[in-house]
């Protein structure tokens, strides 16, 4: 599992503050070098994309065939425009299973 925001700073209190500053080259690289990957027999490797927010779908085409759930980020800002209700988590782990792999596991271990 990957976690990766398109932008990755942001000056405090100023949301998307950082954009154009180079975090896109970088993350754009990344999400490419994942849809890429291969297993060692050359086979694509079981893969799905969870795309939050309007910053996310911009890797969209970088995906190819990858599968993708995408809903509203779920910002206090924006979670209520289609983020609530969407079950990312469940979509996830259904097209894992369609692809043959397992389940992640979504919850955090509790804090000893």
């Known amino acids: 599992m990957l976690l990766l925001n398109r932008v990755m700073t942001v000056r405090a209190g100023a949301a998307g503050s950082h954009r154009g500053k180079g975090w896109e080259k970088i993350t754009t690289a990344a999400v490419a070098a994942v849809a890429a990957r291969q297993s060692p027999d050359g086979a694509p490797m079981p893969l799905v994309a969870l795309l939050w ?58 804090v000893p």
């Open 53 to 110: 927010g309007k910053e996310a779908e911009s890797v969209r085409p970088l995906l190819g065939d990858t599968p993708v759930v995408s809903s509203a980020h779920p910002s206090p800002l924006s979670a209520s425009r289609g983020f609530f209700g969407s079950r990312p988590f469940s979509q996830v782990n259904r097209l894992l299973r369609e692809q043959g792999a397992g389940d992640v596991t979504w919850e955090l271990p509790p």
